[in-house]
């Protein structure tokens, strides 16, 4: 893949467009970017206080509902988000998910969602202990970390595209 580097900036950015001209305009038209946007940084929040009440638990041993509640509504964020955005992805790109722009994002996007979603079925069925259920978490977590590094990498991709045609 051939490398560019921008006029504006000097980080190198991957020579294939993030989007074409009718891409970019319709993600600039949609009121699913906003919705993506207010979205990514709320689950981002959540994260962390959850991140936060899962560690107490682990360290201390209290706040064993407070912190299995937040992983619920951090997992019901992540699924509301993943609609979303599968929704966003067909009004740019014409397909729900797995438009190759953001392929491997979509990919491993399920597995974060399939480390969430096992933790859920691990609380309902007392498959694991609370500490069981707790590293599962944070198995999870991490993933998310991941993805959403990948996201604000293309982001950043995207900014940079623009930085560069304007």
Known sequence: MAIAT???SSVQTLGRRLYSDAERA???ATKWTLVQGLLA???FIVFLVSLGLVLRYLLTGAGYDAATLSIVIKTG???LIMVTGAIWEKVVFGQYLFAPAFFWEDV???AVIALHLLYVFALL???LTP???MYLALA???AYVVNAAQFVWKLRLARLDAEARA
């Open 140 to 142: 999870a977590y991490a």
């Open 108 to 110: 491993f996007s399920f």
């Open 125 to 127: 069925t007392d498959a």
């Open 131 to 133: 500490i069981g259920l």
């Open 41 to 43: 940084p709320l689950q």
């Open 77 to 79: 964020v992540l699924l």
């Open 26 to 28: 319709r993600r600039d």
């Open 6 to 8: 921008t006029n504006t």
